[in-house]
């Protein structure tokens, strides 16, 4: 029987995960291997009925440069007793798999290390590589590289965020936005600083301050009222999802902001809509103040999972898949497969990323320097003094607004 491979995909969608796919089909077809794509992710795994096909030329061609993932993906997380109980070894030996390779972020990662251990007690060494897959864009790849699917989605993010602001100017409204990112706020940066909001709250600006739902309020206020005093009566402000691991639950609960926890202990952020709790927290703010202003919430978030991966993308992902041949080849496993600026493939082994928990902690946003800086010091908008006085005819205390003073900058 020829040597096989097996690919899974595990948490949410990213555009280019079917280049990757396709990319690896292609390849190890090419070199004499069989493909096996795993539907449901690791649960598959844990199924004495795996679900799983053989990946021919025709699928790798027909889907590489679409978006979504042709293997049914899962958020599956197998617990010590799915090992011992449940784990289907006759799949690897009746299939003679030799490489396990897992599309996905850190939780991804951290489970195919357990998989690759446990074969190999059981004396059946089997190789895994990692192909690191995010919208976030917060795995610690060096030279600030991004993760596969942050630029498509930026992409598709950045073109719903300038229809918001152009409906904004033209209803003369203000837009309040939130977008993805469990724990960094590269997706909201880079929407945000693409369509020059005039304010943009990432979880990264609080590096002197702890983050609160004051803070956050003020500094969306603080916009607004610079607007005005700038006779700019449209606007919209970016806010990362990822400011809502940061805040203190008492405050969430005294807010009436309420949410569950998937089994790996994450806010489901899903299925709550940050973009309505704000506004309304907003809405109410302002008019409190007396301040007239119409706000209008807007999420983007999934609909930037599954968009067609950009040409970025289709040729980033593209190297990721072949990379994963020429690693295999090198006998290279345990780890994720990086491939640089020039195109130079190397392992990223993840025993050397991980912390002392096990897990691989986030990559943040650069606030001291690059983008982040530069929009931060001249395209946002916000109170400073020189705006006092202007400002007192909205609010008494305008250094409450101060975005300086707001972060401790």
Known sequence: ????????????????????????????????????????????????????????????????????????????KPTDKDFEDNFNLSL??????????????????????????????????IKNIHVPKTIDNDLPLPD?????????????????????????RTSGNWMLVAAMGRSAGHLALGIGAACHYPMIIIPEMFDKTRITVEKIIALAISSIIK?????????????????????????L???????????????????????????????KELKDMGIKVKTRPVEIGYDVRCNDPVAYDLTYCSQLGMGVYSLYSAGATGC????????????????????????????????????????????VQYITPEDYEAARKYFPEPEKYDFRRILGW
Not at 260 to 280: I, W
Not at 344 to 360: C, E, H, N, R
């Open 336 to 379: 994720m497969v990086y491939v640089d600026a020039a195109g130079k493939v190397s392992p990223l082994y993840l025993k050397d990323l991980q912390d002392a928990s096990g897990k691989i902690p986030p990559r943040k946003v650069d606030i001291n320097g690059g983008l982040a800086r530069s929009f931060y010091e001249n395209i």
């Open 227 to 251: 607007r005005k005093i700038l006779g700019i009566d449209y606007g919209a402000v970016m806010i990362s999802e990822g400011v809502f691991h940061e805040l203190d639950t008492d405050e």
């Open 92 to 125: 690897f030996k009746d299939n003679n798999i030799r490489l396990l390779v897992t599309i996905g972020g850190d939780d991804t990662a951290s489970t195919a290390n357990r998989v690759a251990k446990f074969l190999e007690s059981r004396n059946y060494p």
């Open 1 to 76: 029987m020829k040597d096989s491979v097996i690919i899974l995909a595990g948490g949410g969608p990213a555009p280019g995960i079917n280049t990757v796919i396709g990319s690896i089909t292609k390849t190890f077809i090419s070199k004499g291997f069989r493909v096996l794509g795993l539907h449901g992710g690791y649960s598959g795994l844990f199924s004495e009925n795996a679900n799983f096909e053989e990946l021919g030329f025709n699928v790798a061609d027909r889907y590489f440069n679409r978006g979504g993932s042709y293997l049914q993906m899962s958020r599956f």
């Open 253 to 283: 609960v005294a807010r009436g902001i309420k949410f569950s926890y998937d089994e790996h202990g994450h806010p489901e952020l899903g299925k709550v809509s940050k973009a309505v709790l704000f506004n309304d927290i907003i809405e």
């Open 144 to 168: 600030n590289a991004p993760t596969f699917g942050f630029n498509s989605a930026k992409d598709e993010g950045a073109r719903i965020a300038r229809t918001i602001y152009e409906d904004a």
